[in-house]
C-alpha cells in the first residue's frame, strides 16, 4: 500500500490503529492533511499529480537518510535529472530553504520535489529556513498543479532538527495552503516522529 488511499473521512478520528495508522485532518471542505507511518519511497496515489517531497542538500545529487532510499528507488535517472538542474553557484544546485522539481522516475509518485532544510546547529535561523524549505515545496507544487504531496520530517534525521519543533513549524506552514492541494501528506518512518506529529497535529486542530 502506497498509503495515498484507504484514510477515514472523518476529520481528527484515526483510522482505529488500523496497519497504516492513517489519521486525516480536514484543512478545508476540499483539502486534507494526512499522517501517517510509512516509508516515503513507496508513497503514491492514483494521479500523475502526486509528488514526494526530498530532503536532500544543497549539492543535489544524493545522499544518505530519506535522500538515499529515493535516489536507490528512482532509479539512475534522478541522479542525471538533478545534475542538469542549473548550479546558482559552485556546488549549489538548490540553496537551503528553497525547493526544484524533476520527475519520479522509476518510484511510484510521478515527481519528486527537492527541498534542502537547515542544519539545525550550524542555520543562523533554522526555523526561519525549515519553513522556507516547506513553503517553498509547496509553492512550487502548486506551480505545477500537483494536487497530491508527501513530506517526510525535513531535517529531522541527518540534520538533527528537534522532532518538536519541527513538527509545530510543518503543520503550520501546511495549512497556509489550506486551499490549495487535494491531499498534503506526511509520512514519518519512525514511531517516535509519528507520534510527535500526531500529538502536534492533534494540539492544532483542536485549539482551531
Ligand atoms: N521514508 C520516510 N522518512 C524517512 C525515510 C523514508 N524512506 N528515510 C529516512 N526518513 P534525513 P535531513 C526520515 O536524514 O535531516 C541526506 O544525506 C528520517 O528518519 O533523510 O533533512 C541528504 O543528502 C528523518 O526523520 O534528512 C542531506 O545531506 C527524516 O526522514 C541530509 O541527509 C529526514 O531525515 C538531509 O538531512
Not at 8 to 19: K, L
Not at 118 to 133: F, G
Not at 175 to 187: G, I, L, Q, T, W
Request: glycine share 10%; with cysteine; hydrophobic share 40%.
Amino acid at each position: 500500500n502506497g498509503g495515498g488511499r484507504g484514510s477515514s473521512s472523518a476529520p481528527w478520528v484515526s483510522n482505529g490503529g488500523g496497519a497504516d495508522r492513517v489519521v486525516r485532518f480536514q484543512l478545508s471542505p476540499s483539502s486534507a492533511m494526512v499522517i501517517q507511518k510509512g516509508d516515503i519511497t513507496r508513497w503514491f496515489v492514483d494521479s500523475s499529480s502526486d509528488a514526494i517531497v526530498n530532503p536532500a542538500n544543497e549539492r543535489m545529487l544524493g545522499g544518505g537518510g530519506a535522500d538515499g532510499a529515493i535516489h536507490d528507488a528512482a532509479g539512475p535517472e534522478l541522479q542525471a535529472a538533478c545534475y542538469n538542474v542549473p548550479e546558482v553557484r559552485r556546488g549549489v544546485r538548490c540553496p537551503t530553504g528553497e525547493a526544484r522539481i524533476t520527475p519520479g522516475f522509476r518510484l511510484p509518485a510521478s515527481h519528486v520535489i527537492h527541498t534542502v532544510g537547515p542544519i539545525y546547529d550550524a542555520d543562523a535561523n533554522p526555523e526561519a529556513s525549515l519553513r522556507s524549505a516547506y513553503r517553498s515545496s509547496l509553492r512550487l507544487a502548486k506551480q505545477e498543479n500537483i494536487q497530491y504531496i508527501a513530506f517526510p520530517a525535513i531535517s529531522c534525521g541527518v540534520y538533527r532538527y528537534p522532532f518538536d519543533e519541527a513538527a509545530t513549524i510543518a503543520i503550520s506552514t501546511v495549512r497556509e495552503f489550506a486551499n490549495d492541494f487535494k491531499e498534503v501528506h506526511f509520512v514519518l518512518i519512525s514511531d517516535d516522529i509519528y507520534k510527535v506529529w500526531l500529538d502536534k497535529a492533534n494540539k492544532c486542530f483542536k485549539s482551531s
